[in-house]
């Protein structure tokens, strides 16, 4: 018998051995091993052919002799055109497949460029600045309990300063905030230019780089308050002049006298992508506050400059174990340094900050964009290669006729971006007319744009082509592989077995539109909880007037108030529902919790505020003008501070349920301790936060007019409008130079909620995009099968099959489908949605009848799309199907 | 004389075929070149090198029969052509013309001595 080399080998061999060489080289290899296996037995034999076959990698011996019977290079300009010329007839007679690819890709391109556009928007904020990389906001965190803290935007005041006299690394510091004012440009105006105005002190311009167009940057030594104005705001009050050297007086909210500003200089303006959006900025002097390490010291939002190059974690460290030192508090207090950067898009914490976005709604977004996308190109994939029956003749003729797999290759390809570049066309056309609705979804504007900025534009195209170039590539390879011979014989049911990967790509397109339709369902439940929750207080038919100094005459604007038709009660209030949670706050030990502290919050108004508010009272009485529950504490507090603390811890007090049973006070009308005053009563919860927290301990004083408060004011139902007018007419006798903002607390509680709104919509938006692109993918599908069935539907008819039967036949395999998505996606979703619900104190629960509806939902999408083309094609006349031969 | 483009490894490829004519071909050439110099060589080298030879002129070949051993292959059989001739002739003349300027008793004034290779 003659010796063979091993198979594996033979055949590596022949694969690296060009054709024209074969016949000889081959032959040589077999009775060179033939040789050696007589010589030397088979193992070293066969160790000497595989040296062998490795001999055989030389150019000279794999290089492939071209063929003499060439076909024309797949790139020449001849067969680019022809390209083009085929591909635009073949998307022309198929016009229904196009159009259904046009639409799906075309949304899909569209809400990706727009989400894309979001993203990278809220990525650019504060990267700007020449120092971005060194300019840091000093963070507070309190530590509560050993997992629990709380961080705060604001730091002493005197920490900065310290920090730039302790530590070389520190360049220079500034307290930074922003605010909004009414300016009048003439004293005799009526109403004010709104403002948003930033307040800072002279140091701001050695850690941002203003650019000065006029004026000076320096602080002036006068009475009036320094005004820089940037130019396009310096252009809308003083258009075409001058406007340095002006002085422009605000609308006072607190005092009563309007304050002067001086413009003493002209800025370039501050980039709108900057948490610190501002049209002014007022220049105060440095007054570095020294810090004190007990007793009472002011907060502010302040910023440092460090040196390039500074280690910050190092710093950090530095910073707290020096801050534990000088304290002595064991580290309850702690700074962190929030780089610049990071200020826009990681400040959930920071409350009053109007400027910021949040990180998770962008990764939201973000994803579900990028979902959409993919069911698009799914369904372009699965529909090519549904559609690859019908193209695969096309493709032998073209083999037999010497053209080459890479010529169909990039005939498939021009389809495919000749599709890609009509939708790209329609998609961008689209993005730019949409812009400013999604701006205005958005509630600020958008800097960086794809047609704004030729760089994105540039990296947009760039995407697009390769996201084409992806999706072509994949239904051209399974085109041009099929066997000619085969093609034309009519045999390619077996290699067009690719329907496994469209089974599973048609799963995962409907999974993704079921997880979105769950999370809509969700977001909107959780929103609705929010919205409607039962606060503790009745939040209807309750309108506020804002935080304004009284000048002794609240107590007679109350009176008058109560003569308005409409209203039911009124109170002066130092605090207001979505102010805050109080006006004060202590820290007392838990009395269930050794080394525990819990935080306990203090409300005050006059002795009306807990009736206006309308709280349940449980056991005790309420505040009444017949005892003395109110404290007369303003003019308490300016005589003397301790002994207005006295009398604070005897002063009668409200307590809520919670607090009664946190801080374990069983006796009213007693002095206790943990209640720094006396309860005379206890009321039901209330939430005086916003529903992002859990309920704290709340405390109620009753003080006498206070100086500095809101005015809190309940109607009969329906007579907002006729009160409104009311409290105006009174405001000009009483305040005539002062603002006065009226607010329905139902409306601002509702704004509290405005994130969960927007997430709402943005998913009941996304949602009926997916499931509209996922069943336009399916009815692709569908009609394909149809068209391909279309003799066998024919044939079953003509044997007698019922309408019924052939549309359950066709629609089987599609409704099989989206039951497995069903069952896929739910869990997937519950579990993704649980961890978003975790982040709220107060969630809705995930009913097992959501997914119920969700599934029914899909399926009947499902069905409703499959039937409306199995109707047709069972309905259909056999004879035409059975015709054509 | 142009000697650069014959290599040494060619040259005694084309050495080689000039000796096994007329049965010369990649295996009886590499086999004959394995028992002479005692070192493997490997069917594709001397194949590759008989490609370049026919290339430049000095070989040419014809198919020859198929043997059971080949799998029914045929083998492509080398002969020197007189351009090839002349280029060995050439070659061998330099080497003889050097060879007979070194003198044996120099040599053995240097250490060294051929006299028995």
Redesign the interface.
């Known amino acids: 018998m003659q010796p063979l080399p091993p198979r594996w080998l033979d055949r590596l061999a022949t694969r690296i051995c060009a054709p024209h060489l074969r016949e000889e080289l081959l032959g040589d290899l077999h009775e060179r091993y033939a040789l050696r296996h007589n010589r030397t037995g088979a193992r070293k034999a066969n160790f000497f052919f595989l040296r062998e076959v490795a001999a055989l990698l030389r150019p000279s011996i794999m290089r492939r002799q071209p063929s003499p019977y060439g076909s024309p290079s797949a790139f020449s300009g001849d067969m680019l055109r022809n390209y083009f010329k085929i591909g635009s007839r073949v998307l022309l007679k198929n016009s229904s497949y196009s159009l259904i690819h046009l639409t799906g890709l075309s949304i899909g391109l569209w809400a990706c460029m727009m989400v894309a556009t979001v993203v990278i928007d809220s990525l650019s904020y504060d990267r700007q600045w020449s120092r971005k990389d060194d300019i840091y906001r000093i963070v507070t965190v309190n530590k509560m309990a050993k997992d629990l803290s709380q961080r705060n935007a604001s730091s002493p005041s005197g920490l900065a300063p310290e920090l730039q006299k302790n530590y070389a690394e520190v360049e220079s510091w500034s307290s930074l905030s922003s605010g909004e004012r009414y300016f009048k440009i003439r004293p005799e105006d009526n109403d004010g230019i709104q403002t948003n105005l930033l307040t800072a002190d002279t140091s701001i311009t050695k850690i941002l780089n203003l650019k000065l167009l006029a004026g000076s940057l320096r602080h002036s030594e006068q009475k009036r308050w320094n005004l820089l104005v940037t130019r396009s705001y310096a252009a809308r009050i003083f258009p075409g002049q001058n406007p340095i050297g002006r002085t422009i007086h605000d609308i006072p909210t607190l005092g009563s006298e309007p304050t002067a500003y001086e413009i003493t200089g002209l800025i370039d303006d501050l980039p709108y992508n900057s948490h610190l959006r501002g049209d002014a900025i007022r220049i105060e002097a440095a007054k570095p506050e020294p810090l004190v390490n007990d007793g009472i010291m002011s907060f502010g939002r302040n910023y440092i400059l460090l040196k390039r190059g500074t280690d910050i974690g190092e710093f950090t460290r530095k910073v707290n174990e020096w801050y534990v030192r000088f304290t002595k508090n064991k580290g309850r207090e702690q700074f962190e340094f929030q780089p610049l950067k990071d200020i826009y898009l990681h400040s959930d914490f920071a409350e009053g900050q109007p400027v910021k976005a949040s990180i998770r709604t962008i990764y939201i977004f973000a994803g579900v964009a990028l979902l959409l996308l993919f069911i698009a190109c799914v369904n372009f994939v699965n529909l090519s290669t549904a559609k690859a029956f019908a193209r695969v003749k096309e493709a032998g003729v073209r083999k037999v006729l010497s053209g080459s797999r890479t010529q169909l290759v990039m005939q498939l390809l021009t389809e495919t971006s000749l599709l890609f570049g009509v939708s790209v066309g329609i998609a961008v056309f689209a993005y730019f007319f949409t812009l400013r609705p999604v701006e205005n979804f958005l509630g600020h504007r958008l800097i960086l744009t794809f047609t704004s900025n030729i760089l994105m534009a540039g990296g947009a195209l760039l995407m697009f082509f390769l996201t084409a170039l992806l999706t072509g590539l994949y239904p051209a390879w399974v085109i041009s592989g099929f066997k000619p011979a085969n093609t034309l014989r009519g045999i390619f049911t077996a290699s067009l077995g690719q329907t496994g990967l469209r089974k599973t790509l048609v799963v995962a397109q409907f999974s993704i539109s079921i997880i979105v339709l769950l999370a809509t369902i969700v977001v909107w439940q959780q929103f609705d909880l929010m919205k409607n929750k039962k606060l503790g207080y009745d939040k209807n038919d309750l309108i506020c007037i804002e935080q304004i100094f009284w000048h002794g005459k609240g107590e007679a604007f109350k009176n008058e108030l109560q003569r308005i038709p409409g209203v039911v009660r009124s109170s002066l209030s130092m605090w207001m529902p979505t102010e805050g949670a109080g006006y004060m706050q202590r820290e007392v030990d838990d009395p269930a919790r050794a080394g525990r502290r819990l935080r306990v919050w203090y409300i005050a108004g006059d002795v009306d505020l807990p009736a206006t508010l309308g709280l349940k009272l449980l056991k005790g009485r309420m505040f009444s003008e017949r005892f003395a529950d109110a404290l007369n504490a303003d003019s308490l507090q300016k005589q003397d501070f301790k002994k207005f603390e006295s009398a604070q811890m005897n002063q009668n007090s409200l307590m809520t349920e919670s607090a009664a049973r946190m801080l374990g006070i069983k006796q009213l009308d007693v002095q206790t301790k943990n209640a720094h005053s006396v309860p005379i009563g206890i009321v039901g919860d209330f939430h005086n936060e916003s529903l992002y927290e859990p309920m704290k301990p709340t405390f109620i004083l009753a003080e006498k007019a206070p100086e500095y408060a809101s005015m809190l004011i309940r109607i009969q139902p329906g007579t907002e409008m006729q009160v409104a007018a009311g409290v105006r007419k009174l405001w000009k006798q009483f305040f005539p130079e002062k603002l006065l903002n009226i607010h329905n607390i139902e409306e601002r509680l509702e704004k509290q909620y405005e994130a969960e709104s927007k997430l709402h919509e943005l998913f009941l938006f996304f949602s009926g995009l997916t499931m509209f692109l996922s069943a336009l993918g399916i009815f692709g599908l569908v009609v394909q099968a149809a068209e391909q069935r279309a003799k066998e539907v024919g044939i079953r008819k003509v044997l007698g099959a019922s309408v019924a039967g052939i549309v359950g036949l066709i629609s089987k395999d599609f409704v099989k489908l989206v039951v497995i998505a069903i069952v896929a996606a739910s869990p997937l979703a519950w579990y993704a949605l649980q961890k978003w619900l975790e982040n709220y104190p107060y969630r809705t629960t995930i009913h097992w009848w959501v997914f119920v509806v969700t599934g029914v939902a899909a399926l009947a999408v499902t069905i409703g799309t499959v039937s409306f083309q199995a109707i047709r094609a069972a309905t259909a006349d056999p004879v035409r199907s059975l015709r054509n031969e | 004389m142009r000697r650069s483009d014959l290599g040494e490894f060619e040259e005694i490829v084309l050495l080689a075929v000039a000796a096994l004519t007329p049965g010369a ?3 009886s050439i ?2 004959e070149l394995e028992h002479e110099t005692g070192q ?1 060589v ?4 001397v ?2 090198a008989l ?2 030879l026919e290339q430049k002129g000095y070989l040419s070949s014809h ?1 020859g029969e ?6 029914g ?4 059989l080398f002969t020197v052509t007189a351009y090839g001739g002349k280029v060995l002739h050439e070659a061998r003349t330099v080497r003889n013309s050097l060879w007979n300027r070194i003198t044996p008793a120099e040599l053995s004034k240097m250490g060294l001595d051929f006299s028995n290779s």
């Open positions: 071909y990649s295996v590499a086999e493997t490997s069917t594709g080298a194949h590759a490609q370049r198919l198929a043997t059971q051993e080949r799998g292959r045929r083998k492509r």
